[in-house]
T-cell receptor, first 112, second 108 residues
């Protein structure tokens, strides 16, 4: 069972570069989430989606964009990377939003 | 959004029970209470969730106060593998807000 798959696991970006973090789930979950976790801190919600074509902002959306064209995929786009976006990014999914959240293994991003 | 208050850290001796408290006084009547934990260098993992009644599963028990303003996660016999940050999360408005959690240290 693949569950939630995130790619890449590690990435180093230069300031001003752009990239997309990929997230895919094979559990037919309608709800998907993107979080970031800075060292020694809790998780902060960036964006979430309650179904294909529907996305909404979380606590810290600035500097990011998302799309949800299919149930399976929920990519996170970073435009004009900044050092403040150095973090570990987690994607998660759940059924109907009230059940168990399943997390990916995380993507560690460093912006230099 | 429902706000939570958890102790920053707690300690427990191995093989003893652990009671992790959480205050969520602004929770609404339909918000489920979720608990997750995060082991060092790993992503969060689900522990348990409930609405009004106490809940048990293979990992833990969840005791929810009658007024739902607080809950307690109970680990019946702490092991070294239970050393983690534990997050109490009222699920509200399609969003899970993790907060800062309680860092549990298990002493051998």
């Amino acid at each position: 069972n693949a569950g939630v798959t995130q790619t890449p696991k590690f990435r180093i970006l230069k300031i001003g570069q752009s990239m997309t973090l990929q997230c895919a789930q094979d559990m037919n979950h309608n709800y998907m989430y993107w979080y970031r976790q800075d060292p020694g801190m809790g998780l902060k919600l960036i964006y979430y989606s309650v179904g294909a074509g529907i996305t909404d902002k979380g606590e810290v959306p600035n500097g990011y964009n998302v799309s949800r064209s299919t149930t399976e995929d929920f990519p996170l786009r970073l435009e004009l990377a900044a050092p403040s976006q150095t973090s570990v990014y987690f994607c998660a999914s759940s059924w109907a939003g009230i059940g168990e959240l399943f997390f990916g293994e995380g993507s560690r991003l460093t912006v230099l | 959004d429902a706000k939570t208050t958890q102790p920053n850290s707690m300690e427990s001796n191995e093989e003893e029970p652990v009671h992790l408290p959480c205050n969520h006084s602004t929770i609404s009547g339909t918000d489920y209470i979720h608990w997750y934990r995060q082991l060092p260098s790993q992503g969060p993992e689900y522990v348990i969730h409930g609405l009004t009644s106490n809940v048990n599963n293979r990992m833990a028990s969840l005791a929810i106060a009658e007024d739902r303003k607080s809950s307690t996660l109970i680990l019946h016999r702490a092991t070294l593998r239970d050393a983690a940050v534990y997050y109490c999360i009222p699920y509200t408005g399609n969003q899970f807000y993790f907060g800062t959690g309680t860092s549990l240290t298990v002493i051998p």
